[in-house]
C-alpha cells in the first residue's frame, strides 16, 4: 500500500492494494565494471638468523619453533646400526639441519593474533618445506600422513637415521706417561718412531785428520784491514759516493 508523505501537498491517489504487483528490476544502463580482485593477504614475516637446536626445531625472533607433521630427533638419540652398535645420530641429524639452513630466513604460518613463544606449525625456506626436506633425507620421522610417502622412501634408500652412519670412531690413545718424582719426564718405549724431527747425523772424521785437532778460527782483521768478504770503508775525510 503506498506511505502518504504529504498529505496537505500532494493528493493521494485512489489506488486499490490489490491491483499492485512487483515486477523484476531493470536492467543497468551501463555496462557495470567486474569485481575487483580480492585484495591479497600480507606477506608473512621474515625470521631472520634461526638457529637449529635439533631436527625440527627452530629458535628465532625470541621464539622455539617445532615443525609440524614430523617427530623430532632429539640432538642425545642414538641409532642402531645395521651390523650392530650404535652412533650419534641425533647429533649427525640437527649438523645436518643446520648446514641447510645456513642462516638463511625462514617464513612459518603464525595463527592470527598474538603468537606464543613455543608453538609448533609448518616452516619454509623460500618454497621448500622444511618438513618435507627433514623426512625425505633421513633427519626426522613422519607424524600422520602427510609426509608418510617420503619417510617410505628414505628408510627404503637407508638415509639420515636409518642409514649405517659415519665410521667408526678411532680406538682411544693409551694414556700418557707418569711423570716421576724428580720431575724428569720418560720417553714412552718407541718415541723415536713417532719423532717428526730428524735424527742425529754424526759426520764421520776425514782420514788423516785428528779427531782433537781444534777448527782453525779466521784471524781478526786489525785496523784498516778488511775482514775477508767484506768491501773496506772509506777514510772519515773522503766523501761517500
Known amino acids: 500500500m503506498p506511505r502518504t508523505v504529504a498529505p496537505s501537498i500532494i493528493a493521494v491517489p485512489p489506488v486499490d492494494p490489490g491491483t499492485l504487483e512487483r515486477v523484476d528490476p ?33 629458535a628465532a625472533g625470541g621464539r622455539t619453533i617445532t615443525i609440524s607433521d614430523v617427530d623430532v630427533v632429539g640432538d642425545a638419540e642414538t641409532c642402531i646400526r645395521p651390523e650392530g652398535g650404535e652412533w650419534p645420530c641425533g647429533r649427525a641429524a640437527r649438523t645436518a639441519f643446520r648446514s641447510f639452513l645456513r642462516s638463511r630466513a625462514v617464513t612459518c604460518d603464525f595463527p592470527e593474533g598474538e603468537v606464543p613463544d613455543r608453538l ?65 719426564a720418560q720417553a714412552p718405549a718407541g718415541a723415536s718412531d713417532i719423532s717428526i724431527l730428524p735424527s742425529e747425523i754424526v759426520t764421520p772424521p776425514r ?35
Do not use: H, M
Not at 536492467?27 to 606477506?43: C, M, R
Open 26 to 58: 531493470r536492467p543497468p544502463l551501463s555496462v557495470i565494471a567486474p569485481a575487483a580482485p580480492p585484495k591479497k593477504p600480507p606477506p608473512k614475516p621474515l625470521l631472520f638468523q634461526p638457529v637449529a637446536e635439533a631436527a625440527g626445531v627452530i
Open 207 to 241: 782420514e788423516g785428520a785428528s779427531e782433537e785437532q781444534p777448527e782453525a778460527q779466521p784471524e781478526a782483521a786489525g785496523p784498516g784491514e778488511a775482514s775477508p768478504g767484506l768491501s773496506p770503508l772509506p777514510p772519515p775525510s773522503s766523501p761517500l759516493r
Open 120 to 184: 609448533s606449525t609448518t616452516c619454509r625456506i623460500g618454497p621448500r618445506d622444511i618438513g618435507e626436506w627433514l623426512v625425505e633425507n633421513g633427519w626426522a620421522r613422519a607424524n600422520g600422513d602427510k609426509y608418510a610417502g617420503k619417510a617410505r622412501a628414505a628408510q627404503d634408500a637407508g638415509r639420515g637415521i636409518y642409514g649405517k652412519g659415519p665410521a667408526a670412531l678411532p680406538p682411544e690413545l693409551s694414556p700418557p706417561v707418569d711423570v716421576p718424582a724428580s720431575g724428569a
